[in-house]
């Protein structure tokens, strides 16, 4: 399996960027997220969106910012990332989901992901948000 995610880059608040993450070896489509880690931070939940891109959930900070998408024609997830703050910083990982329905209920109950929801995670793409 491999995840190879690209579309980082250096930008200033409030500009956009477009995250792509591109899967091969995976026998059928996976439920997929979005993860990242600043510097000196853990790794933190971002996005999910199940195998057939009808469901999508978002981390609270980014709700109205981010969007989650995929292609599975392409095996490509997106993560669209508009109004961008300085505290979107940090590398971005895309993951494949152990248990979406853990993770859901995980969220109706107030709790973020944590890593025991993911699998397979690529290598990253950083995101870099300045004045």
């Known amino acids: 399996v491999r995840l190879v995610e690209s579309g980082g880059g250096q930008v200033q608040p409030g500009d956009s960027l477009r995250l792509s993450c591109v899967a091969s070896?995976?026998?059928?489509?996976?439920?997929m997220s979005w993860l990242r880690q600043a510097p000196g931070k853990g790794l933190e939940w971002v996005s999910a969106?199940?195998?057939?891109?009808?469901?999508?959930y978002y981390r609270d900070s980014v709700k109205g910012r981010f969007t989650i998408s995929r292609d599975n024609a392409k095996d490509t997830i997106y993560l669209q990332m508009n109004n961008l703050k300085i505290e979107d910083s940090g590398m971005y990982y895309c993951?494949?989901?152990?248990?979406?329905?853990?993770?859901?209920?995980?969220?109706?109950?107030?709790?973020?992901?944590?890593?025991?929801?993911?699998?397979?995670r690529g290598q990253g793409t950083q995101v870099d948000v300045s004045s």
């Open positions: 993951a494949t989901v152990r248990s979406l329905g853990s993770l859901v209920a995980g969220l109706r109950d107030g709790k973020l992901p944590d890593t025991d929801n993911f699998g397979y």
């Open positions: 070896g995976l026998s059928s489509a996976y439920d």
């Open positions: 969106i199940n195998w057939d891109g009808e469901y999508t």
